[in-house]
Structure formats: structure tokens, C-alpha cells
């Protein structure tokens, strides 16, 4: 710096009161003014004045981000990168975008180790500092993790561990490291790192889950009538846990027998571990064994491990069949304990009325009340709340109808189920959120994460929330559909709906050979179908004939030859009009919906292919109808294997998963 001043007269004075604000091993300079700490970097003019003036770091964020960027190019002049910064201001992934626009730079120049020396015509001092950095030690290679994860804060911090600490001996390691990412952007994310971790706590939770009556009785009310009911549907991992478990506690029983016991209680894994630990006791003894088909004469060996996916409810269900017995005591003492206190109540004359059932036999303790002291049953508040709930409403007005008060919110956590008062509190905080009215929040459409997005530029929302991370658009609130527009992406109750038509519309084609179960459909020939097994169906009833005298024109008979694509359409379109019911019906809430691409419509298009399709006629060829009866043609049973295959990405076969 003298040297550079050779020409100035006063130039000690100078270069003194230069270094004095220096900060030392930093390359952005530390001044202090007024005994607070500012940092910006600071030009000094020939005779020592300041050519522009000090910012505090706490209000002004794109310095700290200056600083971090310094770190990677040392050699770039930091009021060079403040511009960048400033040009990106607007931009939530500047950093991002400035170290890669300076790498670029990089890479199309020569690599300059030494900064150019300044003429000493200089107007302004060149007070970059760089000192020699010694092999990095554990500390600093944090540092340098630290420095990736910002710039990468979608990236796994474990893999910028690893990658940083194989390329120690690289005195540019952050540098180069960030290029390799920048050009090829695949590396590990933090979403994946946490789902996993995630998974993998919540599955040795449940399995380690221990067992206490009272939260158990809070979360399944009725444990017994929950568990051994066959109506409630069931997911394919639940089941495939179901056959596992199963499959390991028996290892004595066939595993044919074991799946068809679990698929006759509609794959419910409570009803089916009775009947088979029935089975099992009542079979005694190597001789009845062997006789029997359903035992192996020695036992399987090997455990089998739970898929990767934990399913809750089963790990749940498989905790009550350990307790059943110990949980049906419990309930017959509260039962008998509760009669006792409604008798005693009854014989002093302490019992209550609820103003809305108008039960007149109702304990104290099971009455609750709104802010104005009017009593109701727990019962009556529980179903009332649970139709506000659902209107998405989060005021609970009195059930008397002429008060207008409500019930407090210590009420509502004592009377209703913990997971239901737990999402109402969530829904009364969101709804707060909102009344607030502050500008530019946005909330994440999958939690209650939310947040200021200034730059209305920015469509993709991305949610920081660690239990969610997911990325949404912030516009329609579904999931982040780029480079598609709002209107051309299918909405997640449309998705739904549109499977299920699909799925029964796919279904309604498809024959099943009555006797080995084989589905098949064909595209011609005549309506008597024998199947490979052996066994004659008709294809219009789809019921088992001899010969025939099944077809005919009269009444309760079948037509031998029919207009095979008119028939398919004809079901198909039944069979997706029926679905569409049954799925607004049980989804009350998809009943507007209007999808985007409907099934329906491509059953419209294929009456239009068939419309020139009649019957096949062989004309004066020498087929006889009559062969298919004694040799099932081969290409037909090509024909059913391969429609099989077509149709199995919608009727996955459960055996042969397992």
C-alpha cells in the first residue's frame, strides 16, 4: 500500500489510518463508529476521507450474503459482488444465482491467483487482504458446510460433509464443490435426508410403542367394535403388513392358507388372527398335522422384516389384539362403575337434563356448558362440533338457539377427542393468521407453515416447515406443477376421482373365468368363451353354459353374435356413471367438481371407433364355431394372457406381490 502511494506526500499517514480500519482476518473491513460495529467494505480516498458511508449489517442482509460470497473469491472486489447482489435483490436465491454467475466468469478466464496492482493514478485504495489459509482443521471445515448450506439449502447437509472433508487437501474446495453442483444439480436433497429419517423414527416408534388404556380408549373410543368390523377399507401396505406379521406368528401354517383366511375377512388382520389361532388350536400333534392341509409338517425358519413404508393403524391394531383382554375388562368395569354412579345420582336426585337431547339421565360429569351456563351432554356437543368442523367453521355457538354465546375453547378440549381438538386449534390459528391481513403472507396449502413472499414474480411456494418441506404453487395451492399453467393441471380431489372412474370403467370390460379366475376380454368371435381351464362361459351374462342352447333369440337367452365394441362401450359407460355417483356420494365434497380430463369422454370416442363395427362375419370360410367346444383356439388364449397383462397396472394380483 506504501508503494502504491509512492507519489503521495503524505502517504505513512495514510496508509495508518488505512489499516486502522482493517479488520483483521476478514475480507470485508470492520470499522468502528461510535463504539458500535458496522460492517460494509470502506473506500478511503487520497487524503483519507470516506467515500461512502458505513451500513449496520442488521439492516441490510446483503451484506452478511457479501460476506459469504468473499469467502469463495477472495480475489473479487466485494463492492463488485454487493452490485450483484443488489442487481439480484429481489430474488430469495441470490446467493445461488451470483456464485454461479461468478463461476462462469471464472471459467471463461484465466485462472488469476494475484490481484492486478494498482496504478498509482489510482483514485481509490485497494484494501483487499489475503492471507495464506493453512490446511483446514475440523473447524473450519463447519465453516465451509456452513458456507455450502446457504448456498444450497435444498442440498443434504450430511453429503456437503462428506464431499467437503474428501477434498481437504483442495485449498478451493467450497469453489469447486459448488461447481460441480451448479453444473450437474444432482445431489442428495434435504427433503429426501428428512423423509427418510422421518420414516425410519416413526417406524421404530410404532413398533417400540407401549401400551396405556387411557390414551388408547382416546384415540379408539370403541377399540372392539373398530377392530373387528370388515366394512372399513384398508390400504395395500396395511395388508401387506397384515400378511407378514401373520406369516411370521404361524410359521407352522401353509402361506396359501393364511392369505385366503385374510382375504375372507376382507384382508382385516384382528378377525382373521382369531380364526387362525383357532385353527392352530385345534390341531394338535405331528399325525393330525400331516393329515391336515393347512400345516406344514416343519415349521418355517427365517423371520420376515415389515415393509419400509410403517402403517400406523396396523401397528396400532396389532397392540390392541395383545391387549384385547386386559382392554374388554377395563370397559366392563368403567360400564359397571358408570351404572353404579347413574344410580346413585338417580336415588339423590342429582341427575341432569340435556338441553338439546332432553335426556333427563345424564351424570354431572358428563354435562358441559356454553359461557352463559346453559348444560348440554358431552354427546350432543361432540356431534355439533363435529358437523361445525366440517363446515370448516371455527365458532362453536350455544345449542339452545336463542343464546349468543359459545362454547370456550377449555370446553371444547375437554369434550372432544384429542386429535380432533388438536386440528381444530390449527385451523383457529390459521384462520387468526389470516385476519391479521398482513401483506404478502403466504401459507403453505399442506400445513400451517406461512410466510412473507415480497416479490409477487415468485409462484413456487416452498415450505420450510421440517415435517413438510413440499413445494406448491402459490397461485392454485396444489402441488408445484412448472413449466404447466394453473388450468392446465388436474386439481388432488380431481386426481382421486378420475382413478376411481378410470379403475371400475377398466373393471367393467373384464371377464373372470368362474372357475380358475382368470380375467380376459376379447375383440371378436362368438359370445361362448372357453377359457384354458376348461371351463364355458357366456361373454354377455358371464355365466357358466354347457353348449349352445344358451343362445338364442328367445326370451332369457343370449345373442350368440354381438357388436363386441358397442357392448363394451355400453358397459363402460354404465360403469363409469356408476362410479361417478359412488364417489360424490361417499365424498360429498367432490360433488361440483368438474374434471379436467374426464373418462367418460374417451368412452364417447370409443362408440365413434366402433360405429362401423358389426358382428364378424367369416363369410364362406370353413371356421367351425363348433371346434372352439373340443380345442381352445391358441390365439385366444394368447388373447386372455396378454389382456391380463394390460390390465394389471389396475388389478394388481395381491399373491403375486407377496
Given amino acids: 500500500m506504501v508503494e502504491q502511494r509512492k507519489n503521495t506526500p503524505d502517504r505513512a499517514e495514510l496508509v495508518i489510518r488505512a489499516l486502522q480500519s482493517v479488520h483483521p482476518g476478514h475480507a470485508s473491513h470492520s470499522v468502528v463508529d461510535n463504539g458500535e460495529k458496522l460492517n460494509q467494505p470502506i473506500r478511503i480516498g487520497d487524503h483519507g476521507e470516506k467515500l461512502n458511508q458505513p451500513i449496520r449489517e442488521d439492516s441490510n442482509p446483503l451484506l452478511k450474503e457479501m460476506e459469504i460470497i468473499a469467502q469463495m473469491f477472495p480475489n473479487k472486489d466485494q463492492n463488485e459482488i454487493y452490485a450483484y447482489l443488489e442487481a439480484h435483490h429481489d430474488n430469495p436465491q441470490r446467493i445461488q444465482v451470483v456464485t454461479e454467475e461468478l463461476l462462469r466468469m471464472d471459467s471463461g478466464s484465466q485462472d488469476q491467483s494475484e490481484p492486478d496492482n494498482v496504478g498509482a493514478d489510482d483514485e481509490q485504495l485497494?484494501?483487499?487482504?489475503?492471507?495464506?489459509?493453512?490446511?483446514?482443521?475440523?473447524?473450519?471445515?463447519?465453516?465451509?458446510?456452513?458456507?455450502?448450506?446457504?448456498?444450497?439449502?435444498?442440498?443434504?447437509?450430511?453429503?456437503?460433509?462428506?464431499?467437503l472433508e474428501s477434498k481437504k487437501d483442495d485449498p478451493e474446495r467450497v469453489k469447486n464443490v459448488a461447481?460441480?453442483?451448479?453444473?450437474?444439480?444432482?445431489?442428495?436433497?434435504?427433503?429426501?435426508?428428512?423423509?427418510?429419517?422421518?420414516?425410519?423414527?416413526?417406524?421404530?416408534?410404532?413398533?417400540?410403542?407401549?401400551?396405556d388404556i387411557k390414551d388408547?380408549?382416546?384415540?379408539?373410543?370403541?377399540?372392539?367394535?373398530?377392530?373387528?368390523?370388515?366394512?372399513?377399507?384398508?390400504?395395500?401396505?396395511?395388508?401387506?403388513?397384515?400378511?407378514?406379521?401373520?406369516?411370521?406368528?404361524?410359521?407352522?401354517?401353509?402361506?396359501?392358507?393364511i392369505k385366503g383366511v385374510l382375504e375372507k375377512h376382507k384382508n382385516h388382520y384382528t378377525p382373521a388372527l382369531r380364526e387362525l389361532e383357532q385353527e392352530s388350536g385345534a390341531v394338535r400333534g405331528t399325525r393330525q398335522r400331516r393329515k391336515s392341509p393347512k400345516f406344514l409338517l416343519r415349521p418355517r425358519t427365517g423371520w420376515l422384516p415389515f415393509p419400509e413404508e410403517p402403517d400406523e393403524i396396523f401397528f396400532k391394531e396389532h397392540l390392541f389384539t395383545q391387549h384385547e383382554l386386559e382392554i374388554r375388562e377395563y370397559l366392563q368395569e368403567q360400564k359397571q362403575l358408570q351404572a353404579r354412579k347413574l344410580e346413585d345420582a338417580r336415588i339423590n336426585g342429582e341427575l341432569c337434563e340435556c338441553g338439546c337431547c332432553y335426556d333427563d339421565e345424564v351424570l354431572f360429569e358428563n354435562m358441559a356448558t356454553c359461557t352463559d351456563g346453559h348444560l348440554f351432554c358431552h354427546e350432543c356437543i361432540r356431534r355439533a362440533s363435529a358437523e361445525i368442523i366440517g363446515q370448516g367453521k371455527i365458532k362453536f355457538p350455544c345449542l339452545s338457539g336463542e343464546c349468543g354465546e359459545e362454547f370456550s375453547t377449555s370446553i371444547l378440549q375437554h369434550v372432544l377427542r384429542p386429535n380432533v381438538f388438536s386440528k381444530l386449534l390449527q385451523r383457529i390459528q390459521e384462520e387468526e393468521i389470516k385476519q391479521a391481513d398482513i401483506p404478502d403472507l403466504v401459507s403453505c396449502p399442506f400445513c400451517s407453515f406461512a410466510t412473507i413472499m415480497p416479490n409477487p414474480d415468485d409462484k413456487v411456494f416452498r415450505c420450510l416447515n421440517p415435517e413438510c418441506l413440499k413445494e406448491s404453487c402459490r397461485l392454485c395451492r396444489e402441488p408445484n406443477h412448472i413449466p404447466l399453467r394453473c388450468e392446465e393441471v388436474e386439481k388432488q380431489g380431481e386426481t382421486s376421482m378420475r382413478t376411481f372412474i378410470e379403475n371400475k370403467i377398466s373393471e367393467a370390460m373384464l371377464r373372470t373365468c368362474w372357475k380358475c379366475k382368470k380375467r380376459f376380454y376379447k375383440m371378436e368371435g362368438c359370445n361362448k368363451m372357453t377359457c384354458t381351464c376348461g371351463a364355458s362361459m357366456c361373454y354377455i351374462c358371464r355365466k357358466p353354459v354347457r353348449d349352445y342352447s344358451h343362445f338364442g333369440n328367445g326370451p332369457g337367452m343370449c345373442p350368440q353374435d354381438t357388436n363386441i365394441l358397442e357392448l363394451h362401450r355400453q358397459e363402460m359407460e354404465k360403469a363409469g356413471l356408476e362410479a361417478k355417483q359412488k364417489f360424490t356420494t361417499e365424498h360429498p365434497e367432490a360433488s361440483g367438481t368438474n374434471l379436467k380430463y374426464d373418462p367418460l369422454k374417451h368412452v364417447q370416442e370409443y362408440k365413434g371407433q366402433g360405429a362401423g363395427h358389426g358382428t364378424v362375419d367369416y363369410g364362406d370360410s370353413d371356421y367351425d364355431?363348433?371346434?372352439?367346444?373340443?380345442?381352445?383356439?391358441?390365439?385366444?388364449?394368447?388373447?386372455?394372457?396378454?389382456?391380463?397383462?394390460?390390465?394389471?397396472?389396475?388389478?394388481?394380483?395381491?399373491?403375486?406381490?407377496?
Fill in 216 to 257: 388408547f380408549l382416546q384415540t379408539f373410543e370403541d377399540p372392539l367394535t373398530y377392530f373387528y368390523s370388515e366394512d372399513k377399507q384398508v390400504s395395500a401396505n396395511y395388508i401387506a403388513h397384515a400378511v407378514i406379521q401373520l406369516h411370521n406368528y404361524f410359521p407352522r401354517m401353509k402361506e396359501p392358507f
Fill in 179 to 211: 461447481a460441480t453442483m451448479f453444473e450437474f444439480r444432482n445431489y442428495p436433497k434435504l427433503k429426501d435426508a428428512l423423509e427418510r429419517e422421518k420414516k425410519h423414527a416413526r417406524k421404530n416408534k410404532l413398533q417400540k410403542m407401549t401400551f
Fill in 126 to 163: 485497494d484494501l483487499t487482504v489475503v492471507l495464506e489459509k493453512p490446511a483446514p482443521p475440523l473447524s473450519q471445515l463447519e465453516k465451509d458446510v456452513d458456507e455450502m448450506k446457504v448456498i444450497f439449502p435444498d442440498c443434504d447437509p450430511n453429503y456437503l460433509f462428506e464431499v
Fill in 625 to 658: 364355431d363348433s371346434e372352439e367346444d373340443e380345442f381352445y383356439d391358441e390365439e385366444d388364449d394368447l388373447d386372455a394372457e396378454s389382456s391380463e397383462d394390460e390390465m394389471q397396472c389396475y388389478h394388481e394380483d395381491l399373491h403375486a406381490y407377496y
